[in-house]
């Protein structure tokens, strides 16, 4: 084996999704710093081929996002919500670019409803680097009530327009007493950041075609285009190494993927781990060594606990209204009325959203009776479906984390290098799980009461099962003031090592109940802004 | 053809029955097996398409035609629709479901692959809901505002 390839730099962060670049634009464009970025998969799909790619998957199911994953790296267990994306743009690449905020309630469960536990920052501390997210990605919203949708500063895009489906929506959930408004996401209603405006390609999730939703990749593009960055693809970060005295981190050493005898070696004053809720607890506990036997950063021994996420009731109602599945199916419409409910007799917070929706509706080649159709018979039939209005609803709700919500390491599957591969396995809090059950009925109940308001019927209802993991996780490095119950600080710091960041979804401490990828990237942004105070500022 | 007539819409019009038949015929003419198929926000596994489809559709085909020979003493090309209908409505009436296939790849039978290929079109979508909303095309964002415009008379795929 030669010796190892080092690399330096000022700064060093492990992971290209989009906290990491959230992050590497931040510090980028306000310090006067060197920065490495580490990716162990390759570069993603270009945007000029992207149009191309959509048709792929349009016509035969093929991903637009090939090669997107390192074949023996992989997680086991309940790993639902977790998928294995390892490119540059990480997981978002498979994102459909919806950002709704976290309330203010979600950072004070404990003091407010005596469950789960507190973070250590505001909503308020939090809403400045939410601004941020909100403006370097280019979110298209809608202020909802001010009471429901608290926000210091107005969305950086004006609303998505909504779709006549949405509108005769809206003012269903208003008969049942619900308020909505539009879902803000990261997708260009105006032309931003030198991208188009949306074109309802309706393909937001799982591929853009124009560029017009946000994707990570533009941002590391621009970066080392600007020599602002230096991007390392197809290299395995496997080992953080400290110095047994000071705590410090010393270097981080990797393995090309492509060349899997081939070492590098990253040094660099700070090192940002932004690789999200798997492989970043999975590279702390894989760190152990004398001086740290349960791994870097793990004095509390809560590295890879606590993993936190939520999950959903979901039901298609029927109603009298004139809709159109597919005038732009991607973007709904959401309340955060269920996620500030005020004082509560029994804990209960969730979301809502609503979509137009084609259940019900699919093509047939036999009637009710089992008879073949064929020719006009076929599209008479489908069309007799076709003219009921269906909305889909789905409502996310806060599932509070078990300390054992773990991932360890599996020694019986090892990757190349003999490294063992994280084992997952979400579990509630015993107050959620006591609280699972009427929760889902609850939610049940305001899908009954919108469905009689419109007139409607609930002709499917579903829960997602509860022993696959959890969605849009987290956790795993959670925040907290206490070295004794945290891993890392408010700001992303370790506890255990001055000069070691962890930023994004492990630093959860609960998950809320809605999509969570605007709250981990203005998580890093906070990281970066504490990163970024350790070196001068750009002139 | 023989299929795409017995099969597809007659009220669609022979040029644009023509027009499914060929982009089907292009469409699996150029499959790729074993592609990586995309794996969703919360998949962990890897999965590829599956082998291609084309020889046992094509097996099929022939099949229906000595069938044809069998029953009728003459290819399935040169039956009335009704007789082909029948022959077609015998075959898939054994076939378990109601529905077209969301994947056309995964079809058990040519019939319903070309079926199921036509159904996921644009046009077709259109047809159904009887209104021009052109799923799945890019489109003007602004347009969302108003209902879909109405078919116009002679509008077909």
């Known amino acids: ?539 | 053809m023989a299929v795409g007539e017995a099969v597809l819409p007659e009220s669609i019009g022979a040029p644009a029955r023509s027009a499914a038949v060929a982009a089907f015929l292009a469409w699996i003419g150029d499959y790729r097996p074993v592609s990586e198929e995309m794996h969703g926000y919360g998949d962990a596994e890897i999965t590829y398409t599956p082998a291609d489809p084309a020889p046992g559709w094509n097996a099929q085909l022939a099949a229906l035609d000595l069938l044809s020979r069998a029953k009728h003493r003459t290819g399935i090309a040169a039956l009335d629709l009704a007789r082909r209908r029948a022959l077609l409505t015998a075959q898939l009436s054994r076939l378990p479901g109601n529905r077209l296939p969301a994947n056309p790849i995964t079809a058990p039978h040519v019939a319903l692959a070309l079926m199921a290929h036509w159904a996921a079109t644009s046009a077709a979508i259109d047809l159904a809901y009887e209104a021009r909303i052109g799923a799945g095309n890019c489109r003007v964002l602004a347009e969302v505002t108003r209902p879909p415009l109405p078919l116009a008379p002679g509008d077909s795929p």
């Open chain 1, 1 to 539: 084996m030669s010796a190892a390839r080092e690399i330096e730099s000022d700064i060093c962060i492990v992971g290209s999704g989009i906290t990491a670049a959230l992050m590497a634009e931040k510090l980028a464009a306000e310090r006067d710093v060197t920065i490495t970025v580490v990716e162990a998969g390759g570069h993603t799909t270009p945007l000029r081929e992207r149009a191309l790619r959509r048709a792929r998957w349009q016509q035969y199911g093929e991903t637009p996002w090939p090669n997107d994953h390192v074949d023996d790296q992989n997680a086991l267990g309940t790993a639902y919500g977790f998928s294995p994306s390892m490119n540059v743009g990480g997981l978002a690449m498979h994102w459909g670019g919806v950002t709704p905020r976290f309330s203010p309630e979600d950072f004070r469960l404990r003091t407010l409803y005596g469950v789960g536990d507190d973070w250590p920052i505001s909503y308020e501390e939090l809403d400045p680097f939410y601004q941020e997210a909100e403006e370097r990605m280019g979110i298209a919203g809608e202020q909802g009530p001010p009471e429901m949708d608290p926000r210091g500063q107005p969305f950086p895009m004006p609303a998505l327009p909504l779709s006549q489906n949405l509108q005769l929506l809206r003012e269903w959930a208003g008969k049942a007493g619900v308020t909505m408004w539009g879902q803000p996401s990261a997708k260009n209603s105006v032309p931003y950041a030198g991208r188009a405006s949306c074109q309802r390609c309706d393909t937001c999730y799982p591929i853009c075609p124009t560029g017009a939703k946000y994707s990570p990749d533009f941002s590391f593009d621009a970066l080392v285009r600007a020599g602002r960055v230096r991007l390392e693809t197809e290299t395995l970060v496997r080992r953080i190494h400290a110095d047994a005295r000071t705590g410090r981190i010393t270097h981080l050493s990797a393995n090309s993927t492509r060349r899997p005898g081939e070492t590098v070696e990253f040094r660099a004053r700070s090192y940002v781990l932004a690789a999200g809720f798997t492989w970043t607890p999975h590279l702390l506990l894989l760190s152990s060594d004398a001086r740290f036997p349960d791994g870097v950063a793990n004095r509390s021994g809560l590295v890879g606990k606590y993993l936190c996420g939520h999950r959903n009731v979901a039901a298609q109602i029927q109603l009298p209204l004139p809709l159109f599945p597919g005038v732009n199916a991607q973007h709904s419409l959401v309340t955060k009325q269920f996620m500030r409910p005020g004082a509560l007799a029994r804990y209960m917070r969730h979301d809502l959203r609503v979509w137009e929706s084609s259940f019900g509706q699919e093509p047939r080649f036999k009637d009710a009776s089992g008879g073949v159709l064929l020719g006009d018979a076929m599209l008479a039939e489908w069309r007799s479906r076709a003219r009921r209005g269906v909305a889909r609803v789905r409502a996310y709700y806060d599932v509070l984390p078990a300390r054992e919500s773990e991932l360890r390491l599996d020694p019986t599957v090892r990757n190349a290098w003999g490294d063992p591969m994280p084992r997952l396995a979400f579990r509630d809090a015993p107050e959620s799980v006591e609280l699972r059950g009427p929760t889902e009925q609850a939610i049940r109940e305001l899908f009954a009461r919108m469905a009689r308001a419109g007139d409607g019927t609930i002709v499917s209802s579903a829960s997602a099962a509860g022993d696959i993991g959890q969605e849009h996780p987290g956790g795993g490095c959670r925040m907290g003031t206490d070295g004794a119950t945290s891993v890392v600080d408010r700001d992303g710091r370790a506890h255990d090592h001055e000069n070691l960041f962890i930023a994004g979804a492990p630093t959860m401490v609960t998950a809320s109940c809605c999509n969570g990828t605007l709250t981990f990237g203005a998580l890093g942004l906070m990281t970066a802004a504490r990163v970024g105070r350790d070196f001068p500022a750009r002139a």
